[in-house]
């Protein structure tokens, strides 16, 4: 039985989706925009179980403005149920949404053995599609904008941690170093410098090692 509190805020069982089965996509996409907490949460997740591609636009945009817990993780969770075919509209959300992202580097050192759950809520949504999603975070990483690089690192960094698909490991290090030199989250680099870093160049110098003069010297890596 779900209490009343739960049901303002979107919870549903399967006794309440039961009576929406039958309903066609387009009866469901009307229900994304439902006063009723409920009635969205229906609409999410059937959509999604059933893969309908044109509900993902409507999803993005009600996830960007729901307020209700249970709705908005049953939007969340349908939405990675489409996988890659969601990922080009969920990052036009990245970081436009709520004010809790990271503006700057924590004072205390993270100590918890689990990889930190991501900020963002169009990230968390990204990161439940796993390994698939990292040549599109790839993409990001070198071309959006700087002030968001701070989510996708954190995107990279959870599906790495524990999918153990380590391929994107060293760019998110080396971009991770771009960021700390130059005053987390306001660098200025560009994206062909930034694929310059990640092949090992230094921007300045397009050498593969860089001295503070920008003279290649030894090993010494930028």
């Known amino acids: 039985m779900i209490s009343s509190e739960r049901k303002k805020r979107g919870e549903i069982d399967q006794?309440?989706?039961?009576?929406?089965?039958?309903?066609?996509?387009?009866?469901?996409?009307?229900?994304?925009?439902?006063?009723?907490?409920?009635?969205?949460?229906?609409?999410?997740?059937?959509?999604?179980?059933?893969?309908?591609?044109?509900?993902?636009?409507?999803?993005?945009?009600?996830?960007?403005?729901?307020?209700?817990?249970?709705?908005?993780?049953?939007?969340?969770?349908?939405?990675?149920?489409?996988?890659?075919?969601?990922?080009?509209?969920?990052i036009k959300y990245i970081g436009k949404i709520g004010n809790n992202q990271h503006k700057s580097l924590p004072k205390n050192i993270f100590k918890k053995k689990n990889y930190p759950l991501p900020r963002d809520i169009f990230i968390r949504t990204i990161i439940k599609i796993g390994v698939d999603a990292l040549p599109f975070l790839k993409t990001l990483l070198i071309n959006k904008s700087d002030i968001f690089l701070s989510e996708i690192i954190d995107a990279i960094g959870y599906i790495t941690f524990y999918s153990k698909d380590y391929s994107l490991l060293d760019d998110i290090i080396k971009i991770s170093v771009l960021l700390l030199k130059n005053s987390f989250?306001?660098?200025?680099?560009?994206?062909?410098?930034?694929?310059?870093?990640?092949?090992?160049?230094?921007?300045?110098?397009?050498?593969?090692?860089?001295t503070k003069d920008g003279k290649a010297k030894g090993k010494q890596r930028y």
């Open 185 to 210: 989250g306001k660098f200025v680099y560009s994206p062909k410098q930034k694929i310059q870093m990640i092949n090992k160049q230094c921007p300045k110098c397009h050498h593969n090692v860089c």
């Open 15 to 90: 006794n309440y989706l039961k009576d929406y089965i039958k309903f066609s996509n387009k009866e469901l996409l009307l229900l994304i925009n439902d006063k009723d907490p409920q009635k969205r949460s229906v609409a999410a997740k059937l959509l999604g179980q059933r893969k309908y591609d044109d509900a993902i636009f409507l999803l993005c945009l009600r996830l960007s403005k729901e307020k209700c817990l249970y709705t908005k993780i049953e939007i969340s969770n349908a939405l990675a149920n489409f996988g890659t075919s969601a990922i080009k509209e969920l």
